[in-house]
């Protein structure tokens, strides 16, 4: 078994600041791609930000300049941090990770349950 716990999200002010942190554990592997998502209401889920174990990031273009991710190998964490927030980063925001399991030594995408961004104007 292999869970993503999800962690920072909350209430804020528009130019304020948050930070995601999302931690996967389990029966683990290995990791590649680990990034975040968010799905706002009545919207399709869209990719936020990736990262994968070697360094490689990837933003969308409503974030740039202005969310920073990043990972700790070691520790199977990847985190979020966000800033001159606007009213549309309003959504929940989910964390994926591509993870070899023990068990199987097969690649799976994992998803966290989810942390819910608002944004106040």
């Known amino acids: 078994q292999v869970q993503l716990v999800e962690s920072g999200g909350g209430l804020v002010q528009a130019g304020g600041s948050l930070r995601l942190s999302c931690a996967a554990s389990?029966?683990?592997?290995?990791?590649?791609?680990m990034g975040w998502y968010r799905q706002a209401p009545g919207k399709q889920r869209e990719l936020v930000a990736t990262a994968t174990t070697g360094g490689y990031t990837n933003y969308a273009e409503s974030v740039k300049g202005r969310f920073t991710i990043s990972r700790d190998n070691a520790k199977n964490t990847v985190s979020l941090q966000m800033n001159s927030l606007k009213p549309e980063d309003t959504a929940v925001y989910y964390c994926?990770?591509?993870?070899?399991?023990?068990?199987?030594?097969?690649?799976?995408?994992?998803w966290g349950q989810g942390t819910q961004v608002t944004v106040s104007s």
């Open positions: 389990g029966s683990i592997f290995s990791i590649h791609a």
């Open positions: 994926n990770a591509a993870i070899v399991t023990m068990e199987t030594r097969h690649l799976y995408h994992y």
